[in-house]
């Protein structure tokens, strides 16, 4: 069964200008990827404590988690992956959702610092006729084919801000130049399952393939891309 699905357009900030200490800084700290809030209050440092008291939770669900890392970004490496390859060269419109992709039941709230690479919003609501089952991948590659067809319009988010968002599709883009790119979200969801570990990398994704990329040795930071 078919139905008229309403892609979202990009959200208000949801926060005021954030100050942050810069890349060489913040590229010292534990990083986490999906870890719940209090394990991050207990092993990160104060900055992580400041952004999460900073990150206006709706407390709709029953966990919060948290992903807090540093990426060196260049124009031949993509922030996260693309599952298509090469067919949507600008980037690959997803959402960020533990149940379906038409359902809005997950809270993010995602934090970029200053940068060229900020992820990119849909301008405005535009309306789809998509299956009322569709899975991810299914609505990932549909959303990416039909873009230009159903007048998806790129515009990027502010630096340094919080956007509150449930369903709407997004999408992370490479920067016209090297750059170091601070990324958090916090997510409220019931489904998602947490990992909680302190991380000592970050990675990126060349040729469809992850590789490390920011690594915090003993003595020393190395940067891969």
């Keep these: 069964m078919e139905m008229k699905h309403i892609i979202k357009g990009v959200p208000d900030p949801s926060s005021d200008y954030i100050e942050i200490p810069d890349a060489t800084t913040i590229i010292k700290m534990p990083m986490f990827g999906s870890a719940e809030a209090d394990f991050v209050r207990k092993h990160g440092t104060d900055f992580h404590r400041e952004m999460l008291d900073k990150t206006p939770l709706q407390n709709k669900n ?3 988690i948290v992903t807090s890392i540093v990426q060196y970004l260049t124009p031949n490496v993509k922030p996260s ?10 980037g ?25 690479a900020r992820t990119e919003f849909n301008t ?5 006729v998509l ?19 159903i007048g998806i319009q790129p515009i990027k988010i502010e630096s340094n801000r ?13 920067p016209p130049q ?6 958090f979200r916090v997510s409220e969801t019931n489904d998602i399952k947490p990992c909680n570990e302190v ?17 915090q040795l003993k003595d020393h930071i190395a940067i891969y891309f």
């Design 62 to 64: 029953t966990r919060v």
């Design 81 to 90: 992956i693309q599952r298509f390859g090469a067919e949507f060269p600008e």
């Design 92 to 116: 690959e419109w997803h959402v960020d959702n533990s149940a379906s992709p038409l359902n809005d039941s997950d809270v993010s709230h995602l934090f970029i610092s200053d940068s060229l």
């Design 124 to 128: 405005k609501d535009v309306e789809v």
């Design 131 to 149: 299956p009322e089952d569709i899975d991810f991948m299914t609505y990932r590659r549909a959303i990416n084919e039909l873009q230009h067809d």
């Design 162 to 174: 919080f956007y509150s968002f449930t369903n709407h599709i997004h999408r992370s883009i490479s």
């Design 178 to 183: 090297p750059e170091f790119r601070f990324f």
């Design 199 to 215: 991380k000592t990398y970050s990675s990126v994704y060349k040729d469809g393939k992850e590789i490390n990329n920011i690594v």
